[in-house]
């Protein structure tokens, strides 16, 4: 019997063993290479492991085959699994405690059955959290300091006092008059999903930090210039002009070089995209420095650089409490509001992710208006339950 007849003969209850086996790292090397040659077979067949190792969407298939109306088709999971003795012993609500059991019910689910959404919007059942000013502060000694509107600190660090407000900003104040050269030690503020925050330096440039951001800073500037380094995420930056003293965005392999100006740095993804608001930047990759003029932008993708005129509010109303998609493609809107609202997406049908979207929206309301606006193109529909987002047509 060759390999491929070998895998093709594999009854169900085998192949959930050989995928339990091969997500726990415990498939024997003799049949793990048969399990490699089935999962090449197929793209169906790579993909179904891969979307059984996003537990999240497991969790939620399990709870909508428990909640609706379908219940011949849960009647159809259980007996499926009526071979397992473990299952004698649980309740349905337990089944996304168990490991092997939760893989047995993610096999049948997404492998052997097409679930289907009825209802256009479905409220979530336990209220999702909108995005906020929370943040936390990791400072180069280690200490972890919480910022958010019930915090309220001051610290001294290195000559210097850090101070919050309940509008959530962190105020960065010198004691010393004078800028004694010293070894510069950079702090460092992560804003998590759902979160955003305003930070002010002490020569009285402000930062503005979206979601899923990293900013890491020095308390205070000795030296020719002033440096910050965004690590991950999305910053618009006001800068406070010096002449002498050059402002420095460090990001990865490139540089954004002002002396007063304010300008925005999406750093999301894989893109690099950088949109000047007033005054000019220099933007300098390892192969080449650029200049920008007010509403320019450039963005270095896939190693190519592009450079283009456009409407800034388009890239910086997110600080302002807006949401602003021009044509905008559905995937982008959606990992936007992901970021913000702390959902997971899952498309039924990749040609969703096509669909493009043009309106403002406000950044601080729930998202079921958001999707309701969303959703009036009538081209899309939302299932929303809990954290899980389902989209389809």
């Keep these: 019997m060759d390999m491929n007849t070998q895998m093709t003969c594999?009854?169900?209850?085998?192949?959930?063993?050989?995928?339990?086996?091969?997500?726990?790292?415990?498939?024997?090397?003799?049949?793990?290479?048969?399990?490699?040659?089935?999962?090449?077979?197929?793209?169906?067949?790579?993909?179904?492991?891969?979307?059984?190792?996003?537990?999240?969407?497991?969790?939620?298939?399990i709870r909508?085959?428990?909640?609706?109306?379908?219940?011949?088709?849960?009647?159809?999971?259980?007996?499926?699994?009526?071979?397992?003795?473990?299952?004698?012993?649980?309740?349905?609500?337990?089944?996304?405690?168990?490991?092997?059991?939760?893989?047995?019910?993610?096999v049948y689910l997404l492998y052997f059955t097409d679930v289907t959404l009825e209802a256009p919007l479905v409220a979530q059942q336990q209220p999702i959290m909108k995005g906020g000013s929370k943040a936390y502060l990791e400072l180069a000694t280690g200490e972890y300091i919480t910022l958010d509107s019930n915090s309220h600190i001051p610290t001294r660090v290195d000559g210097a006092i850090l101070k919050t407000d309940p509008k959530g900003m962190l105020v960065v104040e010198k004691e010393m008059q004078e800028d004694v050269e010293q070894e510069i030690k950079y702090h460092r503020?992560?804003?998590?999903?759902?979160?955003?925050?305003?930070?002010?330096?002490?020569?009285?440039?402000?930062?503005?930090?979206?979601?899923?951001?990293?900013?890491?800073?020095?308390?205070?500037?000795?030296?020719?210039?002033?440096r910050v380094r965004l690590v991950a995420g999305e910053a618009y930056f006001e800068v406070t002009k010096n002449t002498r003293h050059p402002f420095i965005v460090e990001v990865e392999n490139k540089e954004v070089r002002v002396l007063g100006t304010s300008f925005n740095i999406n750093?999301?993804?894989?893109?690099?995209?950088?949109?000047?608001?007033?005054?000019?930047?220099?933007?300098?990759?390892?192969?080449?420095?650029?200049?920008?003029?007010?509403?320019?932008?450039?963005?270095?993708?896939?190693?190519?650089?592009?450079?283009?005129?456009?409407?800034?509010?388009?890239?910086?109303?997110?600080?302002?409490?807006?949401?602003?998609?021009?044509n905008q493609r559905l995937e982008e809107v959606l990992s936007t509001l992901a970021r913000w609202y702390g959902i997971e997406v899952f498309y039924q049908k990749e040609k969703l992710k096509d669909l493009h979207f043009t309106g403002n929206i406000q950044r601080h309301i729930d998202i079921s208006e958001v999707l309701q606006f969303l959703q009036k193109t009538g081209s899309v529909r939302f299932n929303l339950n809990q954290q899980m987002l389902i989209v389809s047509q």
């Design 189 to 226: 503020i992560v804003v998590p999903q759902t979160g955003e925050y305003h930070v002010m330096l002490s020569d009285s440039s402000k930062i503005w930090l979206n979601s899923l951001s990293v900013l890491e800073f020095p308390v205070r500037f000795t030296g020719k210039e002033r």
């Design 64 to 106: 909508y085959y428990e909640n609706s109306h379908k219940t011949e088709d849960w009647q159809k999971v259980k007996r499926h699994l009526q071979g397992s003795k473990r299952m004698r012993f649980v309740t349905r609500y337990a089944i996304a405690a168990t490991i092997g059991l939760l893989i047995s019910v993610a």
């Design 267 to 326: 750093r999301y993804e894989q893109a690099f995209i950088a949109t000047l608001v007033t005054g000019k930047v220099e933007v300098s990759t390892r192969e080449k420095t650029y200049t920008l003029s007010p509403c320019m932008q450039l963005k270095e993708e896939n190693g190519k650089v592009s450079l283009q005129k456009v409407d800034t509010r388009e890239f910086t109303a997110w600080k302002d409490g807006w949401f602003v998609f021009k």
């Design 10 to 61: 594999t009854t169900i209850e085998e192949r959930i063993q050989q995928i339990k086996r091969y997500l726990e790292g415990t498939l024997p090397a003799k049949d793990l290479e048969i399990f490699q040659r089935w999962m090449e077979e197929s793209p169906a067949n790579r993909k179904l492991v891969e979307r059984i190792e996003n537990e999240e969407l497991i969790a939620f298939k």
